[in-house]
T-cell receptor
């Protein structure tokens, strides 16, 4: 139990579906992250939120849409995905963002996404 | 942009042999962190190094931070099958920015 909970753990969706991944942290952290992990790019940062504001969007296609309604919750909305988007999506949180203040990242167990 | 390079990408060792993975940054890092991801699992924080030349030990694991704070290493003595997994280093870019992860070293241990 890392204090970061992701649901669902597994998701299979067609290219025309709309689905969402959910992440919840119980650690009182100020920063939350979405990472994509695949064989080609082991830990690819997608989005970062600090104090509920998006601070980084690493050229992620618009078919991925993040949402951070409060400091404990983070969503990744998925729409019209491609088969190459199949990967493990990891959520993480840290006390703060940047430098030595970041502290360790606590990762959730991930959501394994398969796009057919 | 700044990158954190990690080598080797893969390492296969016989149980009992030592293992080392290396991490190099193009710029000086304020700190470096190491994570381990078991097969089928998620990355788990191992340690953070902050000081130039710092060395920390966790049982059979020895972590070093270079004098120039641009490189780091993780050394495992006498590997065991429980050491199997991917080891990632990560360091922050200057300023208020997220950690940059290396591509990881996948360790296989043959019993």
């Amino acid at each position: 139990e890392t204090g970061v909970t992701q649901t669902p753990r597994h998701l299979v969706m067609g290219m025309t579906n709309k689905k969402s991944l959910k992440c919840e942290q119980h650690l009182g952290h100020n920063a939350m992250y979405w990472y994509k992990q695949s064989a080609k790019k082991p830990l690819e940062l997608m989005f970062v939120y600090s104090l509920e504001e998006r601070v980084e969007n690493n050229s992620v296609p618009s078919r991925f849409s993040p949402e951070c309604p409060n400091s404990s919750h983070l969503f990744l909305h998925l729409h019209t995905l491609q088969p190459e988007d199949s990967a493990l999506y990891l959520c993480a949180s840290s006390q703060d963002l940047g430098g030595t203040n970041t502290g360790e990242l606590f990762f959730g167990e991930g959501s394994r996404l398969t796009v057919l | 942009g700044q990158q954190v390079m990690q080598i080797p990408q893969y390492q296969h060792v016989q149980e009992g042999e030592d293992f080392t993975t290396y991490c190099n940054s193009s710029t000086t890092l304020s700190n470096i962190q190491w994570y381990k991801q078991r097969p089928g699992g998620h990355p788990v924080f191992l340690i953070q190094l902050v000081k130039s030349g710092e060395v920390k030990k966790q049982k059979r694991l020895t972590f070093q931070f270079g004098e120039a704070k641009k490189n780091s290493s993780l050394h495992i003595t006498a590997t065991q099958t429980t050491d199997v997994g991917t080891y990632f280093c990560a360091g922050p870019l200057p300023g208020n920015t997220p950690l940059v992860f290396g591509k990881g070293t996948r360790l296989s241990v043959i019993a």
